[in-house]
């Protein structure tokens, strides 16, 4: 993209962040009383309640049921046909990044921290939010064995990036396991071969890092002993901005979101962590998890997929779209996730295929998409399900969710509405006309006649060539060297 | 041998090892030439449904159809009470038995070097034991196109102005002999486009052209596709007066003969407006019979493609829009959109492991405004008539080829399963290798 087409294009976004507050129904900081009427209220923990209503106040879920009456005051949602959901949470994330999602030079890159690059402004966080997503695990990419430290947001589009984490949930770690960290997709011409190369190389790479955390956290612990006992004049340890997020792990301050595939890579991470004494919180993509379902049971580990993604690569020829399903009946908390912004517009929809691929009933199918994910993020007290005190983070579709064919017509996030269609199609014809008097201005300013226009270019970007699932292979922008987006 | 191909070479001997143990296509035993399947809901697409209809198949073909058709004698029975019966699903733009392992360069034929090779054909490189077929054929997609030059993780590389001969064939065969529907369904052409900006393999990095040098490339690739089909019109000329023993033989000259005879469709790779502009201008200037595939932008210039009664083969639209600033439903309101200005659609995967997704897209241009019965036509019937199939597939129609689904609902949506397929009017296994993983790890023991 252009400087020009740049400039339109945060023009625009501004604009349409702007135009957004300016209709919305109640200025940022007050919290309407809403409620939701006479809809299909798909709660998820508690049954399905035809005719149901939700009313919500200060943000929260204060009543559901047949029977909720409206405070005065209250602005009256009428659910007449519509489905309300709680909000998608999305296991996987890469959206709201700015820049690249990968730190690949290095096999631990730990010390990088995603939270810090924020993006408030990145059009994915609108979209998701039109497809019903309320809560994203915003990760890390794939590069490296232990990757960098990973942020849940809330998609408060319109908000600053410092509004957007989800306030109380905890930090992760990406780790990566397989074909990805070890590079057998692509290579960097010029560049020599980096370690690790093979999966017994990722595992000593993790367990190198391990020893040296668990070093570090004994100085320390040793340090911060003698300083308690009163011992003056002390040296304390160097810090380590590497090794900290580790020493989080060791402690069960920081949670393990591990990328991986096969089922051999799997047991090999929950072995490693067994002996350093932490917990993987969450395998991702796992693939091949149905192979090893008992044993992620018995770890305790949740299980994040893909719905029916295969054959991309070697280590995704055994996916099965039965692995939801399988991992489920096993006892596995399992969720599926999108890796990719468009993906995540859909999550209802991919979810409901697991009632095709593996029998699971309707209940266990949005679970897939809401409480499991929650559960995986240790935010479950306050998302995931319609359950009275949980914040207001709610989807309503016009149609069945467990379908091809629901239309989002509202997200809400704590108890605000973040997404309308009817506004959202309302406010076409005025965001036309602005892009239009900002490219003829453009082309105003930019009369200089050895100067061919740059307006924006077909060939800029072939459709082939956008972002793509971070974890599809070849794909050098997403793999950390392009510069992604 | 270095480590990187040495690897390579090994998941290619695993994906080879695996692929042998796949089941055949079609089930040994002399199968029934007479299949009757009773009190279904038929969705024929030729005509309103009928609500509890008898469909038969003989021979291969569909020989009955309709609310009171009888069982012939010696027919095999298939109570569909409860079920319905739909043509079977054509997915118009795929690399289905081009591509295996998407990754794995050694298991991917979906493309060749150079710019023109109108003489190279998909089948030639479909892989009939695929593990791609039986999969997608579980999802009720009967019969496909596989495209060179197109779409898949090896586009970067290898694309090609002239990218070769797409194949139309069944989803299920011992060899691409009897899979077969037209060896040669379209001719594909990548329109060259204006790119400013890329991406360098050599050094890894992007690179950016100014415009006008952009142009000049582009402007000599179409002269050199002139130049291609002026050549092809003059070795038409001179295979017209006289025998092969006249003239020397040229293959690629060959391949385009029927090109520039309008006899053969040019399948035309476009997304953005200008770039569909310019195809569809170029074509009608040289007389070739244009199929659009792609088309993100097609909605900007609806009424050319509709006037020029040019057909458009969307990508999926569970595809981001192409611009930041487009509406977020941009590419899910765009086949309603286009079937109203007049527009004939189909919905392709452009692929080969999503292919199942097909009647998901469908279902989901569906939500955004298309009719249901568009929907699924534009997954049948239109994509046929685009390539001069609709005489074989597409509906259920009496002496068409019996390709049919019979499913637990709306073939389209995301929930609905699919019971038997019928392809060239046999009972057609559904078993894959992802239903055969399931059963092992269901049935393993208790740890």
Redesign the interface.
Known sequence: M?RSSVR??FA??AFVATAWLATAATPPDAQPVILIQNATVLTVTQGTIEHGSVLIKDGKISEVGPNVKAPSGAQVIDGTGMFVTPGIIDCHSHIAVDGSVNEGSISVSSIANIAEVLDSDD?SI??DL?GGVTTANVLHGSANSIGGQTVVIKLRWGQPAAKLPFEGALPGIKFALG?NPKR??F?????E?RYP?SRMGVEETIRAAFTEAHDYKNAWDAYNKKVAAGEKNLIPPRRDLRLDPLVEVLEGKRYVHSHCYREDEILMLLRVAKEFGFKVRTFQHILEG??V???LAAAGVGASTFS???????E???A???NAA?MT?RGVVVSINSDD???A??LN?EA??T??Y?GLSRDEALKLVTINPAIQLGIDKRVGSIEVGKDADLVIYN?DP??????VQKTLIDGRVYFDRQQ?IAG?PA?EKE?KTLLEKEKKAAKKPDE?K?E????????????KPED??????AEG???AK | MNRLKFSALCSGLLVAAAISFATPAVAQSPAPATYAITHAKLVTLAGSPIEDGTLVIKDGKIAAIGATVEVPAGAQVIDAKGLQVSPGLFDAVTQMGLSEIGAVSSTVDSAETGSFNPDVVAATAVFPSSEHIPVTRAAGITEVLSVPGSGGFDSFGNRGTVAGQASAFHMAGWTMEDMQIKRSAAMVVNWPTIVTESFDFATFSRKHKPFAEAKSEYEKQVTQLTDLLDSARHYAQAMGHGGPSDYERDVKLEALVPVVRGQLPVLVFADHARDIRNAVEYCEKQKLRMILAGGSEAYKVKDLLRSKDVPVILRPVLTEPRDEDDAYDRMLTQPAELIAAGVKIAFASFDNSFARRLGQNAANAVAYGLSPEDGLKAVTLYPAQMFGLSDQVGTLQVGKVANVIVTNGDPLDVTTEVKYVFIRGQLTSLDNRHKRLYEKYLNRPKS
């Open positions: 252009n339109i294009a625009l976004a059009v609108y979209r039109a074909e057998s997709n290579s960097v011409p010029g560049r071969k190369a149905y192979k379902a008992d044993e029916d993604w295969w054959a991309y690569k070697v995704a020829y055994d099965i779209p039965y399988l009946r912004a468009e993906e517009t859909h929809q409901a295929k009632i095709k593996g149609h467990l379908s091809a064919y629901a239309v959202d076409r965001l892009k061919k740059d924006k270019k077909p060939g800029d970007k072939k459709p082939e060539e956008k972002k599809m292979p070849k794909m050098p922008q060297f392009g510069g």
